[in-house]
């Protein structure tokens, strides 16, 4: 009688014991083809091993639409992301064990994707639509987790057209479809989570130099996130975090070398981005990509200031244990 009660219980038990158990935390980066080492190159593919070697879990394939100014109506997809080259990274990557995650963004020549301002925001809505949904058949085709069909598209976020462009794409792709918001802010203020599996962020924010006050609005910054989620009962991921490799960047962190020169620092990099790992490891936020990692395998270095983690100190973040609170 007592082992039947024992077997009884544990039944009773087991649901509970599921519901409480949490997704490991996983962390990736945001992989950027170089133009000397296309998708499905011997140097992507040594690249591509370099960062599962280095223990990252999944890799965030940075794929191209374009359009040629920020008030275009007509973007298309870019010509280093045709289907056929997304197919191939996205195969190079499976081959190496990281698990792919399919990005779009949109490239203007010169300006930021949030400057996008289309002068006929439907017809834009219906261009896109119309590049974006030849890459979720590829994601669908190789059977990729998640596609974000748009990033940082600041301008547009108040649209009413993300529902039909989120169910034309649910048509083709039976993954998580999910969108990126350029900041914590911009998350908080999107009107369309609720068509959306996940709830996805850049987090770019200007940072204290002291460094117990950076802690702080570190882990407050967190805590927005796991509300956010909770608000619209979604999983959060932080899709995009960087910092450049380079000395006075925590007041501006989002600028790139083109913007501002400065000199090198490895070890704030490696810093940051290990403390960010610490304060996002929590549950409610299910994983964080890094950005960024390129095609080619040389990227990087001692004497880069740029925001890729190659070859530098910060590449150990994909392998070492978050830190202490």
Known sequence: MAKRTLMFLAVLLLPLVGCTQQPEFWIGANVKVAGDAGWD???????????????????????????AQTDSNDPVIGSDSSPEMIQAGLRQMKQV????????????????????????????????REAVLPLARVAEQEQVPALVVGTELRNLEQSGKWPGLVAAVREVYSG??????????????????GVFDVVGSSLYPALPSEPMQRDTQMREAADRLVLLGERHQKPVWVAEVGLRSADDVLAAPWKSPEEVELPVDLELQKT??????????????????????????????????????????????????????
């Open 41 to 67: 190159s011997e140097e992507a593919k040594r690249s591509l091993q370099q960062l599962a070697d280095s223990g990252a879990d999944r890799a965030l394939l940075v794929a191209f639409t374009w359009q």
């Open 97 to 128: 064990g990281l698990v792919p995650v399919l990005k779009i963004h949109l490239w203007i020549p010169d300006r930021w994707a949030g400057d996008a301002q289309p002068t006929d925001p439907d017809a834009w809505f219906d261009a896109y």
């Open 176 to 193: 998580k479809v999910l969108y990126v918001t350029d900041s914590l802010q911009r998350a908080e203020e999107f009107p369309h989570w």
């Open 272 to 325: 940051i981005l290990e403390k960010w790992k610490t304060v996002l490891d929590r549950p409610g936020i299910e994983g964080m990509g890094i950005w960024c990692w390129y095609t080619n395998p040389d990227a990087g270095g001692e004497n880069d200031t740029d925001f890729t983690v190659q070859n530098k100190p910060a590449e150990s973040i994909f392998r070492d244990p978050p830190a202490g609170p």
